[in-house]
């Protein structure tokens, strides 16, 4: 899949527009609305500017969250995440027995993460090991603030989307 020209993206229906941008961010409505609302615009940077400015200015703490959590847990079944969750936490090769109880203290960490400050655990994963992912998580549960997470969080989802975009707009090699 590669992504339409700017221009093209600003002229789509609200649905393929909603479908085009929740490929970057993962269904994440309150941010999705207001992004389709906006347009046109001038460049696909200029829209990931604008989503991080509306997150960090326009939406309230209830949206932030809701957005946050558009985004699979680490480690979680790949039944059900996008094709880009699926390949960005290494989900296109069988799992080995101990990726399974990676797979298994991951969950354990993501309930944990959530019970204690209320959304899930964002991180930029893009090809490293899920179990390297294990320590990050942990130190975040010591840490961390609500407060902090949630920025945090929704930093991490921006820079997922700028690299789903970089890789989107890269023309496949032949």
Do not use: C, W
Request: hydrophobic letters at 35%.
């Amino acid at each position: 899949m590669t992504f339409p020209p700017i221009s093209k993206l600003n002229g789509l229906p609200r649905e393929d527009f909603l479908e085009a941008v929740n490929s970057l961010f993962e269904p994440a409505p309150p941010l999705a609305k207001i992004l389709y609302e906006a347009r046109p615009y001038l460049s696909y940077s200029g829209l990931l500017d604008f989503a991080q400015y509306v997150i960090d200015h326009d939406l309230s703490e209830e949206d932030r969250i809701l957005v946050v959590n558009a985004h699979p847990r680490i480690g979680a079944p790949p039944q059900g995440l996008s094709a880009h969750s699926i390949k960005e936490q290494g989900y296109d090769k069988k799992p080995t027995p101990e990726e399974e109880q990676v797979n298994g203290r991951l969950g354990e960490l993501n309930e944990e993460y959530e019970k204690k400050y209320g959304f899930k655990f964002v991180v930029f994963v893009n090809g490293r090991p899920r179990k390297e992912i294990i320590p990050v998580l942990e130190k975040r549960l010591q840490v961390g603030t609500k407060e902090s997470e949630l920025k945090l969080g929704l930093s991490e989802m921006l820079i997922i989307a700028r690299d789903r975009l970089r890789k989107l707009q890269t023309p496949a090699k032949l």
